[in-house]
């Protein structure tokens, strides 16, 4: 008797050590797919911050609307117009008026100048220059 008191303690063992590398092995495997949940996670992650870098990329900054200065002066037959951006660029444009109404241009200088207020009297003496020789017309002028 005593030798199957061994046996079945022979295979209550082997049944023990079974039940605990069934354990081991649930988890093990649980703890595999926590880890493959994690690296899922961390790819989406991942590919959501690639988006979003391309989204950002792709947005572009509205400009702020500066107000532009302008101008246009004629006689009968000829015109000349003026452009202030950026507060220190000055456009100038002049021509022809043809007998139909269109405009031929001559000329466009575009000078750039140290400061606004250096801009804006510089336009401010050909605007003087036109008046005085016969132009007439409107300006968008800031003194």
Same mark, same amino acid.
């Given at each position: 008797?005593?030798?199957?008191?061994?046996?079945?303690?022979?295979?209550?063992?082997?049944?023990?050590?079974?039940?605990?590398?069934?354990?081991?092995?649930?988890?093990?495997?649980?703890?595999?797919?926590?880890?493959?949940?994690?690296?899922?996670?961390?790819?989406?992650?991942?590919?959501?911050?690639?988006?979003?870098?391309?989204?950002?990329?792709?947005?572009?900054?509205?400009?702020?609307?500066?107000?532009?200065?302008?101008?246009?002066?004629?006689?009968?037959?000829?015109?000349?117009?003026?452009?202030?951006?950026?507060?220190?660029?000055?456009?100038?444009?002049?021509?022809?008026?043809?007998?139909?109404? !269109?405009?031929?241009?001559?000329?466009?200088?575009?000078?750039?100048?140290?400061?606004?207020?250096?801009?804006?009297?510089?336009?401010?003496?050909?605007?003087?220059?036109? !008046?005085?020789?016969?132009? !007439?017309?409107?300006?968008?002028?800031?003194?």
């Amino acid at each position: 008797m005593p030798s199957i008191n061994k046996t079945q303690q022979n295979e209550n063992n082997s049944e023990t050590e079974f039940s605990l590398t069934n354990q081991e092995e649930k988890s093990s495997n649980t703890l595999i797919q926590k880890e493959i949940i994690a690296m899922e996670d961390i790819l989406t992650q991942y590919e959501l911050n690639i988006l979003c870098e391309q989204e950002q990329s792709q947005i572009q900054p509205i400009p702020m609307q500066i107000p532009i200065i302008g101008g246009h002066m004629k006689t009968e037959t000829r015109f000349w117009e003026f452009i202030i951006e950026n507060e220190t660029t000055t456009y100038i444009r002049y021509g022809n008026i043809l007998s139909n109404g !269109v405009l031929k241009e001559r000329a466009t200088q575009i000078q750039r100048h140290p400061s606004s207020k250096q801009a804006k009297a510089f336009v401010k003496m050909l605007i003087d220059e036109k !008046v005085k020789a016969g132009y !007439v017309g409107w300006t968008n002028f800031e003194n």
